[in-house]
Nanobody, 114 residues
Framework: QVQLVESGGGLVQPGGSLRLSCVASETLFNIEIMGWYRQAPGKQRELVAT???????NFADSVKGRFTIDRNYAKNWVALQMNSLKPEDTAVYYCNQRGVEDYWGKGILVTVSS
């Protein structure tokens, strides 16, 4: 069974940075878009950022200018660089890789707190 494995989460102070990474446990073919979503306590899951194989990126308004996304489609790898973190960025972050099938990671916790 394919797994998307996320890493890089944890506790960080406001204004700090974290880098999340996600890699597939085996080669995935025909992936068209990779991205990150997040779910804060008591809220619905929301899009954070996505990136296509050609490099077209899309960001939630709340993270524009603070987060960047990078990918290697050949290695089924996607990363999210998060800078200037705010307490409202606290959430479980989920990796997603989508093509014919839709793959999700189990989620990784990011806590922004002093």
């Amino acid at each position: 069974q394919v797994q998307l494995v996320e890493s890089g989460g944890g506790l960080v102070q406001p204004g700090g940075s974290l880098r999340l990474s996600c890699v597939a446990s085996e080669t995935l073919f025909n992936i068209e878009i990779m991205g990150w979503y997040r779910q804060a306590p008591g809220k619905q899951r929301e899009l954070v950022a996505t990136i296509t194989a050609s490099g077209l990126a899309n960001f939630a308004d709340s993270v524009k200018g603070r987060f960047t996304i990078d990918r290697n489609y050949a290695k089924n790898w996607v990363a999210l660089q998060m800078n200037s973190l705010k307490p409202e960025d606290t959430a479980v972050y989920y990796c997603n890789q989508r093509g014919v099938e839709d793959y999700w990671g189990k989620g990784i916790l990011v806590t922004v707190s002093s």
